[in-house]
């Protein structure tokens, strides 16, 4: 999993793009609207929420946080490094848009799956056989 960003938003931070640690969590776009170009599609869609509850920049930080450790977690642990995926927000005032790439169902390697509901509980047991007479 790799957090996108621009290499001028990284400069701003201190950062070196060419840092392999950097390279490693992130995927660096010469600029915005590259990145926009990739990401922002649609079919890229992966939820919106209300920005509501994230007024903060630090609220805004551990919603950014809890879903990239749960798709680093998705990639790492539960696909084995089978897909890399790209994860973008886009904040309003009022929604905040989650992007990621590629999206799920759009490689054989990133299949749709249903929810965990469906997908994660055991099979009702078989019922016993009868008695016998």
Not at 12 to 29: F, L
Not at 51 to 69: H, I, T, V, W
Request: aromatic fraction near 12%; hydrophobic fraction near 25%.
């Amino acid at each position: 999993m790799k957090r996108t960003t621009t290499v001028d938003e990284l400069k701003k931070r201190g950062k070196n793009p060419n840092d392999p640690a950097v390279q490693k969590a992130y995927k660096v776009y010469n600029n915005t609207s590259e990145l926009k170009k990739e990401l922002i599609k649609a079919e890229n869609t992966w939820d919106v929420y209300s920005a509501a509850p994230y007024s903060s920049q630090d609220k805004r930080n551990e919603l950014e946080f809890y879903l990239c450790g749960w798709l680093q977690y998705y990639d790492e642990i539960i696909r084995s490094y089978g897909v890399d995926h790209k994860i973008h927000f886009e904040w309003s005032d009022t929604e905040v848009v989650v992007y990621i790439f590629p999206a799920p169902g759009r490689t054989p390697l990133s299949p749709l799956t249903g929810p965990p509901s469906t997908t994660s509980d055991p099979k009702s047991p078989t019922a016993p056989p009868p008695p016998y007479p």
